[in-house]
């Protein structure tokens, strides 16, 4: 099994911020976690990254907890095109993505 | 610069068939990944190939293998196809790990 665990299925009025937490209680000193997303069977799409600090680019915010054992994507306002299954990993050791989150935002 | 591209983007095949599906890396990217992808499975990392060496390996049956060639261009094949091979089969490439490029992808249909 993978290193991360996340929620199956989330919801996202348009408009909101989506909040997207993944556990990864596992993770090595020298591992970053990686957020991915997929929209419909196209090949995942590279978000962001961050090893223990908050990092922000224009996708998307990365909060990892102080511990390093959890961390949540933020996308600050969701719109229909979001609607994808999100998927947290941790590289460079473990090569394997879970079963992700899928976000689904409604008008 | 161009992106991941895979050949073919779509293929049927019959059980007990083997097939042979290519990657091109982006330009400069000496590692390839592989992934099968499946409703009932998620995405299955099968291996990864870094100038021309295998590096990684996922828990596949050895019908699945691969090589990397010195342009860094890579090809899997599966041998004795079974129904349960087919899937979206997704090559990815870096520069340095961990960030992965990801190609669209060949769909493989196993009749």
């Known amino acids: 099994d993978a290193k991360t665990t996340q929620p199956p299925s989330m919801d996202c009025a348009e408009g909101r911020a989506a909040n997207l937490p993944c556990n990864h209680s596992?993770?090595?000193?020298?591992?970053?976690v990686y957020w991915y997303r997929q929209i419909h069977s196209q090949g995942p799409q590279y978000i962001i990254h961050?090893?223990?600090n908050n990092e922000t680019n224009e996708m998307a915010s990365l909060i990892i907890t102080e511990d390093r054992k959890s961390s949540t994507l933020i996308l600050p306002h969701a719109t229909l095109r979001d609607t994808a299954v999100y998927y947290c990993?941790?590289?460079?050791?473990?090569?394997?993505f879970g079963a992700g989150t899928r976000l689904t935002v409604k008008p | 610069k161009a992106g991941v591209t895979q050949t073919p983007r779509y293929l049927i095949k019959t059980r007990g068939q083997q097939v042979t599906l290519s990657c091109s890396p982006i330009?400069?990217?000496?590692?390839v990944s592989w992934y099968q992808q499946t409703p009932g499975q998620g995405l299955q990392f099968l291996f990864e190939?870094?100038?021309?060496?295998?590096?990684n390996k996922g828990n596949f049956p050895g019908r699945f293998s691969g090589r990397q060639f010195s342009n860094s261009r890579s090809e899997m094949n599966v041998s004795t196809l079974e129904l349960g091979d087919s899937a979206l089969y997704l090559c990815?490439?870096?520069?340095?790990?961990?960030?992965?490029?990801f190609g669209p992808g060949t769909r493989l249909t196993v009749l």
């Open positions: 990815a490439s870096s520069l340095a790990l961990p960030e992965q490029f």
């Open positions: 596992t993770i090595s000193g020298n591992e970053y």
């Open positions: 961050g090893l223990k």
């Open positions: 990993i941790v590289r460079p050791n473990d090569m394997r």
């Open positions: 330009s400069g990217h000496r590692s």
């Open positions: 190939y870094f100038s021309e060496t295998q590096r």
